[in-house]
T-cell receptor, first 108, second 113 residues
């Protein structure tokens, strides 16, 4: 069945360093969404990408949808302690699947 | 506007007891999702309703789990009998349509002793 995997599973960075998480699907996706879950909280929608090769930015966050619409990435420039949390991608293929998540720790 | 509302927020129960989790989706949303989150298994989709009808329940672990959506503004997830391995955070989410942005509730943290 369809799977959406994310790497890395965990990432520790010093505050100010950049961070990237990658999302890979076994099948082509019609769209991809990204969510952030703070420790002890619930997933919160960040953005949706629909077009092949699409790139969107939200302040220090850059989201990219691959040309083949099977992968995506989230890049954070100059991380801050407020970026701590787990980042999930979620894709729509035959069904809607959440990725495995990347847990980000930012060391002050 | 109120977001997705879940109750209770925390539940501690003993093995063998019945547990009922409740969810009120955002008004006007047609799709409702139940998820379970654990450290070991991550975020798992249990069941998905569209217009109050269950569309995909392939993620429901076993017969001990059941979910209902009697109307557009209310859903329940029931575990009977509960087991320690059911301990997890259970999220309810709703969206305007099945493949659109999902809005999550605060979750119910369930501990089965």
């Amino acid at each position: 069945g369809q799977q959406v995997m994310q790497i890395p599973q965990y990432q520790h960075v010093q505050e100010g360093e950049d961070f990237t998480t990658y999302c890979n699907s076994s099948t082509t996706l019609s769209n991809i969404q990204w969510y952030k879950q703070r420790p002890g909280g619930h997933p919160v929608f960040l953005i949706q990408l629909v077009k092949s090769g699409e790139v969107k930015k939200q302040k220090r966050l850059t989201f990219q949808f691959g040309e083949a619409k099977k992968n995506s990435s989230l890049h954070i420039t100059a991380t801050q302690t407020t970026d701590v949390g787990t980042y999930f991608c979620a894709g729509t293929g035959n069904q809607f699947y959440f990725g495995t998540g990347t847990s980000l720790t930012v060391i002050p | 506007d109120a977001g997705v509302i879940q109750s209770p927020r925390h539940e501690v129960t003993e093995m063998g007891q019945e547990v009922t989790l409740r969810c009120k989706p955002i008004s006007g949303h047609n799709s409702l999702f139940w998820y379970r989150q654990t450290m070991m298994r991550g975020l798992e989709l249990l069941i998905y309703f569209n217009n109050n009808v269950p569309i995909d329940d392939s993620g429901m672990p076993e017969d001990r789990f059941s979910a209902k959506m009697p109307n557009a503004s209310f859903s329940t997830l029931k575990i009977q009998p509960s087991e320690p391995r059911d301990s997890a955070v259970y999220f309810c989410a709703s969206s305007r349509a099945g493949r659109e942005t999902q809005y999550f509730g605060p979750g119910t943290r369930l501990l089965v002793l």
